[in-house]
């Protein structure tokens, strides 16, 4: 908007313009232009595509192979992507020997509470188990687990203010998590794959795969503190992020 409304002025006052702001002004004009047209193709044709797009694509493609009802914008979806997942016949593979999705779970008020304000799965499935969908592009697996990934302040509270006496807000928060994080990660864990299945569905380049992570099969899970190390070890050297690492000793 602001490159039309600078263009919209220099047409007001182009007959004041001497030989030199002419070019100038027609030049930038062209630029602009070629910039407009190439940003078109880019993301007319999807060449640039977030992983949002295809995670969405993915699950609207499950509901076209199981012919299930859904609230997904079909302005969300690529419909390149979803004739690709279609045609390559790995939603049917996915749920090979499994019970088969009955119910799109998105934008539905099922499995929420007080603190848990959006659905936290997928699917539901014929013998009445969930199923989530967790999409990737590339060899990645980084992402924010349902529920308490992105928790605002009372939901925190919620999940983990059993774990110190005070309540936990932005002043003592960096502390809180330095202190409990041997504590905080099963929790994290468990809602990571809170569905009774959990796929993580990866996509490089122009290949598909999958792997199933049944919740019956996490074990319970203990850290010890002394094996974690951040990077900003304390609350006053963390400004923005922090990252860390745990000491595996099998």
């Known amino acids: 908007m602001?490159?039309?409304?600078?263009?919209?002025?220099?047409?007001?006052?182009?007959?004041?313009l001497n030989y030199f702001d002419v070019h100038f002004y027609r030049s930038c004009k062209q630029l602009f232009r070629k910039i407009?047209?190439?940003?078109?193709?880019?993301?007319?044709?999807?060449?640039?595509?977030?992983?949002?797009?295809?995670?969405?694509?993915?699950?609207?493609?499950?509901?076209?192979?199981?012919?299930?009802?859904?609230?997904?914008?079909?302005?969300?979806?690529?419909?390149?992507?979803?004739?690709?997942?279609?045609?390559?016949?790995?939603?049917?593979k996915i749920f090979r020997g499994k019970s088969?999705?009955?119910?799109?779970?998105?934008?539905?008020?099922?499995?929420t509470s007080e603190f848990i304000s959006r659905c936290p799965h997928s699917f539901l499935l014929e013998n009445e188990e969930t199923f989530s969908v967790k999409t990737f592009k590339g060899n990645g697996k980084m992402f924010?687990?349902?529920?308490?990934?992105?928790?605002?302040?009372?939901?925190?509270?919620?999940?983990?203010?059993?774990?110190?006496?005070?309540?936990?807000?932005?002043?003592n928060f960096k502390e809180f998590c330095l202190e409990n994080i041997s504590e905080i990660l099963p929790i994290v864990v468990d809602y990571a794959l809170v569905s009774d299945y959990n796929c993580?569905?990866?996509?490089?380049?122009?290949?598909?795969?999958?792997?199933?992570?049944?919740?019956?099969?996490?074990?319970?899970?203990?850290?010890?503190?002394?094996?974690?190390?951040?990077?900003k070890p304390t609350s006053q050297s963390w400004n923005e992020s922090n990252n860390l690492k745990y000491k595996y000793c099998a």
């Open 2 to 16: 602001q490159q039309s409304f600078v263009f919209a002025a220099k047409e007001r006052n182009y007959m004041k």
């Open 36 to 92: 407009r047209t190439i940003n078109y193709i880019i993301f007319e044709k999807r060449i640039i595509m977030n992983n949002e797009t295809f995670g969405m694509t993915f699950q609207y493609a499950i509901c076209i192979e199981y012919d299930i009802e859904n609230k997904i914008s079909i302005e969300r979806i690529d419909k390149e992507l979803l004739s690709t997942f279609l045609k390559s016949k790995i939603i049917r």
């Open 100 to 111: 088969k999705p009955i119910k799109s779970l998105y934008k539905t008020k099922e499995f």
């Open 144 to 171: 924010a687990p349902k529920v308490v990934g992105q928790a605002g302040e009372d939901t925190f509270n919620h999940f983990f203010g059993h774990l110190q006496k005070n309540e936990i807000n932005r002043t």
């Open 200 to 231: 993580w569905f990866y996509r490089k380049d122009e290949t598909f795969s999958y792997e199933i992570i049944k919740r019956a099969d996490l074990p319970d899970l203990t850290f010890d503190k002394s094996n974690f190390t951040f990077t």
